[in-house]
């Protein structure tokens, strides 16, 4: 069974939104592109998939928008290449590499996660509650950003119950950001 993985950059102060942190840098940038590299699939809510698509989708002609760095083009193109599987009952259907979750989430991602590979990825804020309710998180990584951001959505907001962790792996980047990877406690 491959394991479901949440990834998302989150301030001192719980926030998520992705531009609270931080700014990437090449060190940053390298971790995710390698993260991106190791996912089989990426899991997605319509809200992430439909920001991550207006990101880093490869223009259908010419080359990556102007703003992109050298750093950014190998994790634009890794997340570009990914399977998405996209949560939505509001997207009548989805492109780029993607493929909608209909029926029971629980199931579904059940279903994902018995299908042999390295992991499945998770992003966002809402879908990861929903995901962790469930018991279907079998990891938590969290790049925690030295800024306290005073607003915007926060992690796992919404959560019903408490969830136990042990650290598994830490790695401090240059820029001061941390990687804290956990992995839920069972029974």
């Known amino acids: 069974m491959r394991p479901l993985r949440y990834s998302i950059n989150v301030t001192l102060d719980g926030c998520c939104h992705h531009e609270a942190g931080l700014p990437p840098d090449d060190e940053s940038m390298a971790y995710w592109t390698a993260q991106m590299q190791r996912a089989d699939a990426l899991l997605y809510g319509r809200v992430t998939y439909q920001m991550m698509e207006s990101a880093w989708r490869k223009p259908e002609t010419g080359p990556w928008p102007e703003w992109m760095s050298e750093a950014d083009i190998p994790f634009a193109e890794a997340i570009d290449r990914a399977k998405k599987y996209v949560v939505s009952s509001t997207l009548p259907a989805v492109d780029w590499n993607s493929e909608l979750v209909s029926g029971d989430l629980g199931e579904a991602v059940r279903r994902l996660k018995q299908e042999p590979g390295e992991g499945l990825w998770v992003g966002g804020v809402t879908l990861p509650v ?25 992690l796992l907001a919404g959560l019903r119950d408490r969830i136990a962790l042990e650290l598994i792996d830490r790695h401090e980047f240059r820029s001061g950001a941390t990687v804290m990877r956990y992995r839920p406690v069972r029974g």
């Open 130 to 154: 929903a995901l962790a309710d469930l018991g279907l998180i079998d990891e938590y990584e969290f790049v925690v950003h030295p800024i306290i951001a005073g607003h915007g959505p926060t």
